[in-house]
């Protein structure tokens, strides 16, 4: 018995092991599934975006439009798009792996909360640093909801809701006009195109540093204001005939969309796309992924969508 049990310890030994056989299936998950948990092709060289969120207003589905947003980058084959949801201690050389960032951030849960959640300052001071070393920035939508009393930020993204003096129209439906259709992002694209289920943010304390250079407006009316048409937000003894005609800014238009150079960086700033309905609509669409493309290389390459083109008008 002995020596059968050492002949086969023996065996164990000077017999080499043989390999294990990995098997294998030719399988790709839908795309769908490759979206998230994919990287893109680095092949393609696709300019890399980096979307900065993680808090925002109640009313802002902040975690679908960023989804949408991805999709709707990653679709072009432009873009490979990554979402952070904590740049509290972002830094410098996080930032310098994108070609640009585009701000989806608000500071407070309610606009009227006396505390709001804002970055370090190292943060604040790589996102500055990074831009006026040439990195591209977006300022998108509720990025204009805060920050009037961070005077940098103010500066960096061209201007800042105020209480007090600066309002959101009625939401709904309403005209942008493109008052510059020369610039790059612009350019091939109607004058006038409609965004849905949108803020106008109107009487913006603009910055006056800031130099930007306006590509699109929306008209404030006064008959907007309504109270058959505006609904229980905005009761009709707030905005008599007599208190309207005393708004500033009633019945004028208002800068919705910009661009500005912030050292060697550019800046392209959209008050538009208040959520995943407004984001359905191919002439935002269009001003959004142009825009992020001038904001990271200057140029436009991408063209303009069907519903945004320019037409004859006999």
Same mark, same amino acid.
Not at 61 to 85: I, P
Not at 194 to 200: A, F, G, K, S, V
């Given at each position: 018995?002995?020596?059968?049990?050492?002949?086969?310890?023996?065996?164990?030994?000077?017999?080499?092991?043989?390999?294990?056989?990995?098997?294998?299936?030719?399988y790709r998950p839908?795309?769908?599934?490759?979206?998230?948990?994919?990287?893109?092709?680095?092949?393609?060289?696709?300019?890399?975006?980096?979307?900065?969120?993680?808090?925002?207003?109640?009313?802002?589905?902040?975690?679908?439009?960023?989804?949408?947003?991805?999709?709707?980058?990653?679709?072009?084959?432009?873009?490979?798009?990554?979402?952070?949801?904590?740049?509290?201690?972002?830094?410098?050389?996080?930032?310098? #792996?994108?070609?640009? %960032?585009? $701000?989806?951030?608000?500071?407070?849960?309610?606009? @009227?909360?006396?505390?709001?959640? !804002? &970055?370090?300052?190292?943060?604040?001071?790589?996102?500055y640093q990074y831009?006026?070393?040439?990195?591209?920035?977006?300022?998108?939508?509720?990025?204009?909801?805060?920050?009037?009393?961070?005077?940098?930020?103010?500066?960096?993204?061209?201007?800042?809701?105020?209480?007090?003096?600066?309002?959101?129209?009625?939401? #709904?439906?309403?005209? %942008?006009? $493109?008052?510059?259709?020369?610039?790059?992002?612009? @350019?091939?694209?109607?004058?006038? !195109? &409609?965004?849905?289920?949108?803020?106008?943010?109107?009487?913006?304390?603009?910055?006056?540093?800031?130099?930007?250079?306006?590509?699109?407006?929306?008209?404030?009316?006064?008959?907007?204001?309504?109270?058959?048409?505006?609904?229980?937000?905005?009761?009709?003894?707030?905005?008599?005939?007599?208190?309207?005609?005393?708004?500033?800014?009633?019945?004028?238009?208002?800068?919705?969309?910009?661009?500005?150079?912030?050292?060697?960086?550019?800046?392209?700033?959209?008050?538009?796309?208040?959520?995943?309905?407004?984001?359905?609509?191919?002439?935002?669409?269009?001003?959004?992924?142009?825009?992020?493309?001038?904001?990271?290389?200057?140029?436009?390459?991408?063209?303009?969508?069907?519903e945004a083109k320019?037409?004859?008008?006999?």
């Amino acid at each position: 018995m002995k020596k059968l049990l050492a002949a086969a310890v023996a065996a164990c030994v000077v017999t080499p092991a043989i390999a294990q056989v990995i098997v294998t299936i030719d399988y790709r998950p839908p795309e769908t599934v490759q979206r998230v948990a994919i990287p893109v092709n680095p092949a393609e060289n696709r300019l890399k975006v980096l979307i900065i969120s993680g808090r925002n207003s109640y009313e802002h589905d902040w975690t679908g439009v960023n989804n949408m947003l991805r999709t709707m980058m990653q679709d072009t084959k432009r873009f490979d798009v990554r979402v952070t949801q904590d740049f509290d201690n972002g830094t410098l050389e996080t930032l310098k #792996g994108y070609d640009v %960032v585009l $701000l989806n951030y608000s500071s407070r849960w309610n606009y @009227a909360d006396p505390v709001q959640h !804002v &970055w370090s300052d190292s943060a604040f001071k790589a996102l500055y640093q990074y831009v006026r070393e040439g990195g591209g920035l977006v300022a998108y939508h509720s990025s204009f909801t805060w920050g009037r009393d961070i005077p940098e930020y103010k500066k960096l993204i061209g201007a800042a809701m105020e209480p007090g003096s600066s309002r959101r129209a009625p939401p #709904g439906a309403f005209p %942008v006009h $493109l008052v510059d259709r020369t610039h790059p992002i612009t @350019a091939g694209m109607r004058e006038f !195109v &409609w965004t849905y289920n949108d803020d106008m943010y109107t009487n913006m304390a603009m910055d006056p540093e800031a130099k930007i250079h306006v590509l699109a407006t929306a008209h404030d009316s006064a008959a907007a204001y309504d109270p058959k048409l505006t609904g229980p937000k905005y009761p009709a003894a707030a905005y008599t005939p007599e208190k309207l005609k005393a708004m500033k800014g009633i019945d004028a238009d208002h800068p919705q969309v910009w661009t500005a150079d912030y050292g060697k960086g550019r800046v392209f700033s959209i008050t538009l796309g208040h959520d995943e309905v407004s984001l359905h609509f191919q002439p935002l669409q269009t001003l959004i992924l142009r825009g992020t493309e001038w904001a990271a290389t200057g140029k436009v390459t991408l063209p303009v969508l069907e519903e945004a083109k320019d037409y004859p008008v006999k």
